[in-house]
């Protein structure tokens, strides 16, 4: 089952800046990289801990196409960055994926402007649906913007100054179905954020990700 694959953490342990969430990220991370993963791969969920349940089934896609993910807490994300630095630190560069649904999406924009002021670059920001429209630091290769510009929520995303990666916004109110609760859940989406990805983690096999 896709779900009991994807590596997600308790709902209870998501404080923000838990000391617990944060070596709980940092294990995983590690464990990641002993692997040779080679990447920081996060996704966070919207409000609640009751939403977004597709991004479980986005991490699982990830671990079948060899590529370690943590799902966890829009909440969590100064716990996700502290890791990220420490990962940093310790391993040096590797690429840094950040993906987020409704007020997730909205986290990965502060993880970037966090990660910016300690000289880190972000690879790929994937946007579903946040509930505003956002400024993308400098510090950014890529994002891609999914957005309801009439039936939801989300805006535009626009550049700092000194952005020079590539900025995309995708206005997917007119898909049939789709509204800002279901965006996670749409298969072919996810095959496209699989995809964007794949560019920037190797992937590695399934069996050195512990299936």
């Known amino acids: 089952m896709l779900l009991a694959a994807a590596h997600c953490l308790p709902f209870e342990a ?15 991370q590690q464990t990641a990289q002993a692997a040779g993963t080679g990447g920081d791969v996060y996704i ?15 991490s699982a896609a990830l671990r079948q196409s060899g590529v370690a993910s943590s799902v966890i807490s829009y909440q969590a994300w100064r716990s996700a960055v502290q890791a990220i630095i420490a990962n940093r630190q310790k391993f040096g560069r590797r690429p840094v994926v950040i993906v987020g649904h409704s007020l997730g999406a909205n986290n990965a924009i502060k993880m970037a402007n966090a990660l910016q002021a300690k000289g880190i670059n972000v690879d790929l920001i994937v946007s579903l649906a946040s509930t505003s429209a956002l400024s993308v630091p400098a510090n950014v290769r890529e994002v891609d913007n999914f957005y309801f510009k009439v039936g939801g929520w989300g805006g535009l995303f626009s550049p700092e100054s000194g952005f020079s990666g590539t900025l995309s916004n995708e206005d997917v109110s007119t898909r049939r179905g789709m509204t800002h609760f279901n965006i996670d859940d ?26």
């Not at 998501?14 to 995983?28: D, F, T, Y």
């Not at 966070?44 to 986005?58: C, I, K, N, Y």
């Not at 989406?189 to 512990?210: C, E, F, H, T």
Request: aromatic share 4%; charged share 20%; hydrophobic share 45%.
């Open 14 to 28: 998501h404080a923000a800046g838990s000391a617990l969430v944060a070596k709980q990220i940092e294990q995983r």
């Open 186 to 211: 749409d298969p072919a989406l996810r095959v496209d954020i699989v995809r964007s990805v794949l560019r920037y983690v190797k992937p590695q096999k399934a069996a050195s990700l512990g299936q």
């Open 44 to 58: 966070l969920r919207g409000g609640a801990g009751v939403f977004s349940t597709g991004l479980l089934e986005l």
